[in-house]
């Protein structure tokens, strides 16, 4: 209908074809402005504004909230945890991902029922998966103590969840399990392109495995890393759920993260304006995240 319209309008074929291609993309960039468009320039105004969370009454204050936000410690301290908590996990996953994928690719037995399970933590609740991996760090009955005392590494339970820096290194072993599997996905995809001929190649003359690992398998992975990278990166950085549902930001802030800090804010204290400062700030942050990842898709691309 709106084809017919347009040829009937007396307009040039190429001017026709332009108000096509707008009246069709319309609804996309309507759908776009409401989800995305309007919450962000929302976001943007609650942060100079002081909003008192319930009622959702305030005033304008400017830039007292980011000068309060960069003045104070709570800020730099939980980006300085966002950091820590962003590179170990990743680190982990990056790690375990690119060795479970390199297992996945040889031809043991049962491999396609090994790369259905190795999905099984990526598609698993947060809420469910917090639940066992608590029950498992419990410090009274939980399972890895009882098989560290066992196998004689520690004399006594370990306080996992409630003592730093137990606390970081348990959700950092939960997030690397959790997502892993999302990068061996990717690298097992690329693993089945690399031709062949390059192993046979460095075969004949005389690598092993290991030198066929980091002369062969490893430059033809690179880009899909880089990629895999950045993209863990800005999703790692911004996890909430299963840091708030491992220790609740404790003990004592000690992994209390950015996307923590925001939630406190706006629930805890009350102070939306607050909590949207503090949003547009991480937001800030990542952006530099995102404009490496498009520079590095551009690049690939050309």
Known sequence: MPDIALQRSGLSRERRDALLGLLLIAPTVLVLGAVIVYPLLSAVALSFQSVYTPTLEGHWVGLANYRELLTGGGFWAALLTTAIWTAGTLTLQIVIGVAMALLLHQNILFRSLARSL?????????????????????????????????????????????????????????????????????????????????????????????????????????????????????????????????TGGGPVNGTRTLPLIVYQQAFGLNQMGMAAAYAVSMMLVMLVFMLAYLQRARKAAA
Do not use: C
């Open 118 to 246: 190795v999905l099984f933590p990526y598609f698993l609740s947060t809420v469910v998966a917090v639940l066992v991996w608590r029950w498992l760090f419990n410090d009274l009955y939980g399972i890895v103590n009882h098989a560290l005392m066992a196998a004689g590494v520690i004399d006594a339970p370990v306080n996992w969840l409630g003592a730093m820096p137990n606390a970081m290194l348990s959700i950092m072993v939960v997030g690397a399990w959790k997502f892993f599997p999302f990068v061996v996905i990717a690298v097992l995809a690329r693993l089945q392109t690399i031709p062949e001929a390059l192993y046979e190649a460095a075969r004949i003359d005389g690598a092993g495995p290991i030198s066929r690992f980091f002369d062969v398998t490893l430059p033809q992975l690179r880009d899909v890393l880089t990629i895999v990278i950045l993209l863990r990166t800005v999703w790692d950085f911004k996890e909430f759920d299963l840091i708030y549902l491992m």
